[in-house]
């Protein structure tokens, strides 16, 4: 019981309290290319989900290793980002094997591939196990991290998403601030709602 | 645009984070001083530099789903010394910093420019686009810094000043994303001075727009007419500017056209040509004004007119408004001829596909 109150704690906490991509700018630009292609942004989180859970879980399980264990972050890095690259190209292989019955042309595999390497390397899936080792989360803290991080990610897209969407019709925005410079402001609001979650003193 | 140097494309015009949206995480979260803008900004510049030169050099041939795997190594292959040395001669900026500074080893800006340019160009050419976007992306950095130092900390290269009150927001991401927004509309603004084309063209091909959606471009006609209607508009089909001239209209009595009807009339001899000057009200006949048959207008459609000096004035009128662009009625289309003959007028008809 303990185990799932963690794990659920740890998962809303990413989510919602502390939104990764809100309150930490992870994952910000890769949030704004998904929002503006609504096809893909469900594919994309489930992808992050995937990249960061794993990632998560292998790191926090290296961890245990004691040469590993209390190690600096500049040994982090170097694990991680071998971790990442690994569960990167171990991914691609089983994908590549099961597209190779499937009937999908050249193009679309490496569209997919592309869409997939976008979705392993980014700053949101290699923040994960940093979080993990900093708060000094369990094995099932790393994974409810992980989950939590793709669907974080899922929630704030859908957001921009839904903020583009009313910026692209509203004629009444400044011709300056139109697209780009609107949507940062738009974003920085969202950052404003989600800050103010954690109970911070914003202003003077 | 076409005369500004290749510099300023590529680091104004191409700027990764206010044009391109990319690599905003390390903008908007760790970019919160000055110092640390200069080493962010150091640490980009030489991991581009180096990630394209390998590319270019060793990995052009390699697949690209391997070579997608390889730029993470390559980051982090640059940016581990450098946590070396910044956490020998700045173990407190290393603190500060956290856990982004590491995360530079996946800064997207790397992989965007390597698949771009890197791999599509040669040495010299990749080692010129990394230094021009490493410049841009540094010169958004040190702005940011400089910008929520100041207004976050009041504080300048960390020393104090007393006149500003700090506002911790501009320290958070928020206030990073605030900042950034002000910078991308001061980039308009200038490239609206500069080119307004290039400007309106920033706006419709912007990376934030919806893919698929024309929205944006018709926002911005929306914005040029000065329209405050938030509902979208359809889309028109632009239509050429008519150079001014003058109109022609033949005008034939009842009898000739019953023998171009009939075929016996291969060209009508007694036809009046009436010039229409575009701001004249109606043809201006000088004889047979009683009752015609047709008015053809060169440019296009006829009207018929059977008696009624006011209604054939209306249909003149109206053929002019509309700028018809078909011809109804051809002298050698009997089939078209006796359609007119059932209506009392023909309004003109416009081509077919066109946009209202």
Redesign the interface.
């Known amino acids: 019981m303990k185990f799932i109150a963690a794990f659920f704690a740890a998962f809303i906490y990413v989510c919602f309290t502390q939104n990764l991509v ?9 949030a ?2 998904s ?4 096809k893909q942004i469900l594919l994309f989180s489930i992808m992050i989900a995937y990249f960061s859970t794993l990632t998560s879980l292998i790191c926090r399980v290296v961890l245990f290793i004691p040469a590993f264990k209390n190690s600096s ?2 040994m ?3 694990v ?3 971790v ?2 690994i569960v ?2 171990v991914s ?1 292989a089983i994908i ?1 094997t099961l597209l190779k019955s499937s009937d999908w042309s050249e193009i679309e595999v ?1 569209k997919f ?2 869409q ?3 979705a392993s ?3 949101i ?3 994960v196990p ?2 993990t080792e ?1 708060a000094t989360y369990g094995v099932h803290e790393a994974i409810a991290q992980g989950l939590g991080a793709g669907v974080a990610f899922l929630i704030a897209v859908a957001l921009i ?1 839904l903020g ?2 009313r910026l ?18 738009y ?3 969202l ?2 709602a989600f ?1 103010g979650i954690m109970g ?5 | 645009m076409n005369n500004q140097s290749y510099l300023f494309r590529e680091v104004l015009a191409k700027n990764p984070v ?2 391109g ?5 390390p903008v ?2 760790i970019c919160t001083s000055l110092k640390a803008a200069l080493i962010m900004s150091l640490i980009t510049i030489v991991t581009l530099i180096v990630a394209q030169l390998i590319t270019s050099l060793f990995l052009k041939r390699i697949k ?3 070579r ?6 390559i ?2 292959l640059v ?2 010394p450098s ?2 040395l910044v ?1 020998k001669f700045s173990p407190d900026m ?1 603190l500060a910093l956290g ?1 982004y ?3 530079l ?2 800064n ?1 800006l790397i ?1 965007r420019n390597c698949e771009r340019e890197a791999v599509e160009s040669n040495i010299g050419k990749s080692l010129l686009t990394s230094i021009c976007a490493g410049l841009g992306y540094s010169a958004v950095l040190v702005a940011v810094g400089f910008i929520r130092e100041l207004l976050g900390a009041g504080s300048v290269w960390g020393h104090k000043l007393g006149f500003i ?5 501009f320290l ?7 900042v ?3 910078l ?3 980039l ?2 200038y490239f ?1 001075n500069l080119d307004p084309e290039f400007a309106d063209e ?2 419709a091909n ?6 698929g ?1 024309n ?2 471009k018709l ?2 006609k ?2 040029k007419r000065g ?6 508009r359809r889309k028109k089909k632009k239509r050429k500017a008519e150079p001014e001239k003058k109109q022609t209209f033949e005008v034939m009595t009842l009898e000739e056209a019953e023998e171009l009807r009939s075929g016996s009339l291969p060209q009508v001899e007694s036809t009046v040509q009436a010039e229409l000057a575009p701001s004249d009200e109606m043809p201006k006949v000088s004889q047979n004004t009683s009752r015609f048959e047709f008015v053809t207008l060169d440019l296009g459609a006829e009207v018929k007119k059977s008696g009624d000096a006011e209604r054939f004035a209306a249909a003149v009128a109206a053929s002019k408004r509309e700028k018809p662009q078909r011809r109804i009625l051809n002298r050698q289309g009997q089939e078209k001829q006796v359609k007119l003959e059932r209506e009392e007028y023909i309004e003109p008809v416009e081509k077919e596909g066109e946009d209202e």
């Open positions: 809100f309150t930490g700018g992870y994952g910000a630009s890769e704004i290319r929002a503006a292609r609504p972050t500049i982090s890095l170097a991680y980002t071998v990442l690259t990167y190209f691609v590549r490496d591939f592309r997939t390497a976008v390397f980014n700053t899936v290699l923040a940093f979080i900093k998403h583009m969407r692209e019709v509203n004629s009444e925005t400044p011709l300056s601030f139109r697209g780009t410079p609107a949507l940062f402001m974003i920085a609001i950052c404003l800050t911070k003193s914003l202003f003077f | 206010l044009v949206t990319i690599g905003l995480c908007v979260a690209q789903w391997v997608l795997g390889l730029y993470t190594i980051g982090m940016v581990v946590m070396i956490d290393m856990i500074f590491p995360l080893a996946v997207p992989v009150k700090p506002a911790e927001a958070m991401p928020l206030g990073g994303f605030i950034i927004a002000y991308a509309a001061a308009r603004v609206r920033l706006i912007s990376r934030t727009n919806i893919k959606s929205k944006a926002q911005l929306g914005a329209a405050v209607n938030t509902a979208p």
